[in-house]
């Protein structure tokens, strides 16, 4: 039986011998957020001419892409689950389309066939001694597409750090490696997503979200402004759990400092549970091998029926525009998409259907609007 080094270094090739497996016609996806392979994404865009129908998957690209230039994605399929500055313009020109999801149950179209996944490109870390790589700071729903395609190609990063949890791959479930051809320049996540720091009106709804936080509860906090403020009010609350999508800036600072310890947490107690970390450089390099960190299938974390069992749950979201009947919409404004779905409705049912749970939306996390739009 051959060590995983020997695995290692026949599965180890030039980024374009590994992109020749794609044939025209295949259905290509490609990680989320800080899975994006940057080296091989960019090489495919170079290889697109000699590839007519391609159908190409995606989420909440953190650069442009080639596929994601308006003229270009007009030419293939190109969807997309989560739409940031990089993407939008594609999606206004219509020539990149929304992918609707539950993320609580995506992929499994994909991983019961249903629907084919042809080729899944990826980031990981070097592998440790025993020959596992990691996905790093953002799991999502990585590891169930690397069980779904057909062929996994893993672009390695040198500076991925290693978390704990469902993270980690095995080299042997990689039909191909390379090696990224730059290193990665990676700020504030939260900020490179295209969100604004909170404002005075953040502030003051945050203040009166903070108030329903109370000591030993379990947090799910969204991506947004109001609920990035609330952070600011967690230093007086003592001993919470975290359960939730992302981890975002600050966060990690808490868990530090003892306010957030899990005790109390009714599943996986004293862990702080995610499948991404939205943070700052602090936040990458306290996870890097932190038990205190568990990174879970987005399949798992989103999970109402999960959630749910989580006593004294809390799930702090944003809202970008609510109607006057109390409609709230987190994804578009009208008929323009914006974001996407995420997991704010799994986390607002699964809370509500706990333990003295609580479902907590910020109505005017302002920073979301397009120029021009007033909230």
């Known amino acids: 039986m051959a060590s995983w080094q020997t695995r290692y270094r026949d599965k180890l090739v030039s980024i374009d011998d ?14 989320m957020n800080g899975n994006i392979p940057a080296g091989l994404c960019h090489a495919l865009g170079k290889r697109l001419p000699s590839l007519p129908g391609l159908h190409l998957m995606g989420s909440g690209a953190l650069e442009p892409l080639p596929f994601h230039q308006p003229d270009v994605a007009a030419q293939y399929s190109v969807q997309d689950m989560f739409l940031t500055a990089a993407t939008r313009p594609a999606m206004k020109q219509r020539s990149l389309d929304f992918l609707p999801f539950t993320t609580a149950l995506w992929p499994s ?7 084919p996944l042809d080729v899944f490109l990826t980031s990981v870390s070097p592998p440790d001694e025993h020959g596992y790589c990691n996905f790093g700071f953002m799991l999502w729903a990585s590891a169930d597409l690397a069980e779904a395609a057909a062929v996994v190609i893993a672009e390695v990063d040198e500076d991925h750090i290693v978390t704990y949890g469902d993270s980690h791959i095995h080299v042997s479930q990689f039909d191909y490696l390379v090696e990224k051809p730059q290193a990665t320049v990676l700020g504030d996540v939260t900020t490179t997503m295209g969100f604004a ?4 009106l953040d502030r003051q709804i945050a203040a009166h979200a903070s108030a329903l936080i109370r000591d ?3 947090l799910q906090l969204g991506a947004g402004t109001v609920s990035m403020a609330v952070v600011d009010y967690l230093k007086e609350k003592n001993d919470l759990g975290l ?3 992302i981890c975002p800036t600050g966060i990690p600072q808490l868990i530090a400092a003892g306010n957030i310890n899990g005790q109390y947490k009714t599943l996986n107690p004293r862990k702080a549970v995610c499948t991404a970390l939205w943070g700052d450089e602090f936040a990458l390099d ?12 987005m399949r798992y974390t989103n999970n109402p029926r999960i959630i749910a069992q989580h006593d004294n749950m809390i799930a702090i979201n944003n809202a970008l525009t609510i109607d006057l009947t109390g409609q709230v919409t987190a994804e578009s404004f009208g008929p323009q998409m914006y974001s996407g779905i995420g997991g704010q409705w799994d986390f607002m049912i ?3 259907l706990a333990k003295n749970g609580r ?3 910020g109505a005017f996390g302002n920073s979301y609007a397009p120029q021009g739009t007033s909230l």
Do not use: M
Request: proline share 6%.
């Open 18 to 31: 590994a992109l020749q497996v794609i044939q025209p016609g295949q259905t290509v996806a490609f990680g």
């Open 109 to 115: 179209d994909l991983l019961d066939r249903s629907r």
């Open 197 to 200: 720091s909170p404002s005075d």
């Open 216 to 218: 030993g509860d379990t």
């Open 243 to 245: 359960h939730s999508e």
């Open 286 to 297: 306290f996870a890097h091998l932190n038990p205190a960190i568990e990174l879970h299938r």
């Open 350 to 352: 699964g809370a509500q």
């Open 359 to 361: 479902a907590v939306t």
